[in-house]
């Protein structure tokens, strides 16, 4: 079944045409009538941004939209995950959104399910469809991707955006800028480590990222005025951004944290944006997943009739 689990599981031709038919989309203010198409959405972890809008996105295609409710479901009796979703598999949901506390949560479900599973972030790890809305936000401002210079910056270690993002850049020919914290950095990423001076100073796009209260054992010993000072996007800092460079954030976002205040909503500022695409290409991965897997049992039906 096409599950869009990480980014690097499509090629870039797939990726594009996602991204084509977000564009699409947005441009036609898409809404289509009841269609017979139902979607689930398990959310194992707290979301606003991801949440509402893949509801939102599901809506405006016609889909039908369950709501799961970890603390309310049969998983607090111990069902596993992979029994919920054979459980939705069988009421007649063709697409499962997941957001899970657990690195790589969907390995084991690989293979095993003839619904599409949307990865909506897991840990540390991934988050694609972030990453999706991130490309189409850099795509609208500047067109391509190769050769310009993103900075991520901020919690590297924790940050299943800076994941995604950083690796698919690296794949669409964008060189990658890496800073923070040293106690957060995360050598496995593609990039280059630099000082948030000259990240800020040399990139087209400075993407900031939120502190992972939630998924650190140890913290820094460090105050939030402290750490806006060192490693945050002051008014000073911005001041060192080049002619024509945007601002970037996943969200939410602390503000005064890792971003200044008076920087969320100004004019380089492209975080709002970034929210409002989100529906377009969630609406888009939708309906690639959903499309494909019709197309997926048809081929098996015809194979079977043989």
Not at 139 to 160: M, Y
């Amino acid at each position: 079944m096409p599950h869009l689990l990480t980014l690097s599981d499509l090629s870039i031709g797939t990726i594009n045409d996602i991204l084509n038919r977000a564009q699409e989309i947005q441009i036609q203010n898409l809404y289509c009538i009841q269609q017979d198409i139902i979607c689930a959405n398990l959310f194992f972890e707290a979301s606003t941004r991801t949440r509402f809008s893949f509801e939102a996105a599901e809506k405006r295609l016609g889909y039908h939209v369950l709501n799961f409710s970890d603390e309310s479901s049969s998983t607090q009796k111990g069902e596993s995950l992979y029994d919920t979703l054979r459980t939705l598999e069988e009421i007649g949901v063709k697409a499962a959104v997941i957001r899970h506390r657990q690195d790589k949560y969907y390995e084991d479900l690989r293979g095993r399910l003839s619904l599409s599973i949307i990865n909506g972030g897991d840990g540390c790890s991934d988050h694609p469809t972030q990453a999706l809305l991130d490309l189409m936000t850099i795509k609208q401002e500047f067109s391509s991707f190769k050769d310009l210079t993103v900075a991520i910056i901020g919690d590297l270690r924790h940050s299943r955006v800076a994941r995604s993002d950083a690796e698919v850049l690296t794949r669409l020919g964008a060189k990658v800028l890496l800073s923070g914290p040293k106690e957060w950095m995360n050598s496995e990423l593609p990039g280059e480590y630099v000082g948030i001076d000259e990240a800020v100073k040399t990139a087209d796009i400075v993407m900031m990222l939120r502190i992972q209260h939630e998924r650190h054992t140890d913290g820094m010993d460090l105050s939030k005025e402290a750490y806006h000072k060192q490693y945050g996007l002051t008014l000073e800092r911005e001041r060192l951004m080049k002619p024509g460079s945007i601002i970037m954030h996943p969200a939410p976002v602390n503000r005064g944290v890792e971003i200044a205040d008076e920087l969320v909503e100004a004019k380089r500022s492209r975080i709002f944006r970034q929210i409002n695409n989100g529906v377009a290409v969630r609406m888009a991965v939708l309906e690639w997943a959903v499309n494909q897997t019709e197309e997926a049992k048809r081929h098996e039906y015809t194979a079977n009739k043989r």
